[in-house]
């Protein structure tokens, strides 16, 4: 185990959370780390709640849990020597998102509330001073380590002086390119689309019908209508541009928003709250449908296409900037880029399910022929073919095919030499004492113990 674990703990929120905040009247301290002392019941609940959430403890969690929060305590002191504070609107940014990616999982604010047994108010308090400690500690790591140089040179000593079962094994990897065609929808669909909308607001407006209970039976988007429509507090940057230009635009809570066009489909929004430079909004998404005509009609469209490449009256690459309708591949020659890690490879379970059927059937430089799909970010039916640019089979990691990966584990190596360097200096330099009961650990770190050398002399 490593200081990267230790310090997933600072990032588990929900597994963290409830042991902010502790009343310590009259209870024991395990640990003193400076000035600052380590409660009992702040192990418990650490305990308890990593248990809750299955998360793996790699060791007896009296000696792993204490030594996390020591270590936090550690990195937090420097912060403040450091005087490193962090943006309040980063801070709020981040609770805001977490907080709605709980909401999600919950099913509702109540039901959230329910779950910590607080107010939302005393959640958002105590949620972003862990948000904030998180990134204060982040930002001194960053400091210490920000100074390492690498050269290939060392990326060589450094793989050449693995041990064989220490060098990774690589699955599979593909690098494809993309053509798409979204159909376009009759006119008719989209106008029946805005009626029903319509038909929902005036319902609204009227008094007949709660916004949130039309969400919850008629919403097309599956992240909100669960919650009656409710889309968290999000920036502008977070919204579709079209949706953020009208719901900003909102003051009235109990109106409705006109019809607005996203690349989603066709909205109604209502205001919730405003709060700085986010919003709380309801909203119902419909989506108009592709018939099965104009479906046939793109496959058709890329049929003939794909024949016109094949028999090589084009190449894809020349065709696919003035066909291609999906804005993110097609000024890139259709090459899919994989969003985790900014590389062209994907390994097949990272492509879309569509996308991976096709490839996995193509050789090397073959194209698919077209197929439906839904595109992950419209979420709604489009055509396209893939073109199978390399597959790397898969195989024990070396310079030539995976220099970056094996760059970043150096990187990563290096860092973590410096912070435990770092870490052990810092542990020699503080008054820490373990009492009775916490001693009997094989720690991560040395010298957590202080009291028996300063006996022996």
Aim: proline fraction near 3%.
């Amino acid at each position: 185990m490593n200081c990267r674990k230790i310090f997933s703990g600072l990032l588990m929120f929900v597994a963290a959370f409830t042991s902010y905040g502790q009343n310590n009247i009259a209870e024991e301290v395990a640990w003193v780390i400076g000035d600052q002392p380590i409660w009992k019941s702040e192990i418990e609940d650490q305990y308890n709640n990593l248990l809750y959430e299955n998360q793996r403890i790699d060791g007896d969690p009296y000696c792993v849990i204490p030594e996390m929060i020591a270590v936090e305590k550690l990195y937090l002191h420097q912060a403040d020597i450091d005087t490193i504070e962090v943006s309040e609107a980063m801070i709020m940014a981040e609770v805001d998102a977490r907080l709605n990616q709980y909401i999600n999982m919950l099913g509702s604010k109540e039901k959230l509330e329910e779950y910590y047994r607080r107010p939302m108010s005393e959640i958002r308090e105590q949620m972003s001073e862990i948000v904030r400690n998180s990134n204060r500690i982040r930002e001194v790591q960053r400091n210490l380590t920000k100074d390492i140089k690498i050269t290939p040179s060392d990326v060589r000593r450094y793989y050449n002086s693995l041990a064989q079962d220490s060098i990774p094994f690589v699955p599979l990897q593909v690098e494809v390119q993309i053509m798409t065609i979204n159909p376009v929808i009759p006119r008719q669909e989209i106008d029946d689309v805005k009626a029903r909308l319509r038909d929902y607001s005036e319902r609204i407006n009227s008094g007949q019908s709660e916004f949130s209970t039309l969400a919850v039976l008629y919403s097309e988007d599956p992240g909100t209508s669960m919650r009656g429509g409710e889309t968290g507090f999000l920036g502008r940057g977070q919204l579709d541009p079209e949706y953020a230009s009208v719901a900003f635009n909102l003051n009235d809570n109990k109106k409705v928003s006109k019809i607005v066009q996203s690349e989603y489909g066709y909205h109604i929004i209502q205001l919730i709250e405003k709060r700085g430079n986010r919003i709380n909004t309801r909203h119902i998404l419909l989506k108009p449908k592709v018939s099965d005509n104009d479906l046939m009609e793109a496959l058709t469209r890329l049929d003939s296409l794909r024949n016109d490449i094949t028999s090589g009256k084009f190449t894809f690459e020349e065709v696919v900037g003035y066909v291609s309708q999906d804005k993110d591949t097609r000024y890139n020659y259709g090459r899919m880029v994989n969003e985790e890690t900014g590389a062209l490879r994907f390994e097949m379970s990272k492509l879309p399910q569509e996308v991976a059927k096709e490839v996995d059937k193509l050789q090397v430089g073959e194209i698919s022929k077209p197929f439906v799909m839904i595109d992950p970010k419209l979420n709604r039916e489009v055509v396209a073919i893939v073109k199978l640019s390399d597959r790397i089979e898969g195989h024990k990691a070396n310079i030539g095919d995976d220099y970056q990966m094996i760059k970043d584990m150096y990187e990563m190596s290096e860092s973590q030499r410096i912070l435990n360097k770092w870490l052990q200096e810092k542990i020699d330099q503080t008054y820490v004492r373990i009492e009775d009961g916490w001693r009997n650990c094989e720690f991560i770190h040395k010298g957590w113990i202080k009291e028996r050398a300063t006996a022996n002399n």
